[in-house]
């Protein structure tokens, strides 16, 4: 009899013992997901890096057990937005979107914040420089560029957003690369005045990315500086291609704070893994003129 009633004791005290380790791992939410992972963003809603962002979040719905959220953290140039994600808790549920710019931004501002202090998960999308020229200009090629910047009394004139940014590095990199002088280079508050600028053929080049010129009839790219061509653009040369080796992108991704559990980790990228491999985001890089 007592033995029985030990038995039933010890059965109670399991039973215990196993809602207490269901509820300490499961409804106190250690099993990931349990909620939505937010995407932070350091640039405003339409902004290149914010529209991937909502892409991926809206693709990962068909894989994903929770959502995943964007918000905008804008300010200082993605400092902000770092700042925000070392300062959330590393439990998986913070996630930084990430670009090229980060690594200057973290330079030139001599922030406390390290590009060390984060753990990179995945780069989604490489978006490679471009040369853009208005067509009226009838540059075909690199050789027609070179050609046109040995005009004696004359300077060609380069512009795109920014002094110092990484477009107008990428305009020196071009001048020394391809030997031109006499050049000069104009910046503007944003690309898209650059470009307008470029359609009332107010500059030779415009230093941007190919999507710069869709749905603008009037320009043409002269090259990129990638390994090869864009599928949806297969007439635009490389630099390689016509004898200069430059390749020179804009790469965008996610990054966790250090610290995220390996749990979490797994579960994102495995995710990320399965959004790249849909239709629906490959036909969205198509459509954006980027590598995947």
Known sequence: MKSSKYIAGFVVILYLGLLAYLYLNIGQGKTFPSRPISIIVHSKPGSAIDFMARKVAEIARKYSDVSFVVENRTGTQGLVAMQHVLDAKADGYTLLGVTKSF???????KSKVSMNDFLFIANMVSDPEALIANKSRNFYSLEDLIRDAGR???????IGPGTGSRDHLMAMKCWETLE?????WIDYKSGPQAVLALMRDEAAVYVGNPADVRGKTGLGIISIASD????????????????YDMNESMWRGFAYKRGVPEEAIRYVTGILQKVVLDEEWINYCNESYVFS
Do not use: A, C, M
């Open 180 to 184: 031109i002088n006499n050049t000069q």
């Open 228 to 243: 090869k061509r864009l599928t949806p653009l297969p007439d635009v040369p490389t630099f390689k291609e016509q004898g």
């Open 103 to 109: 690594l200057s931004t973290v330079i030139v501002n």
């Open 152 to 158: 004696e009394d004359y300077t060609q004139v380069w």
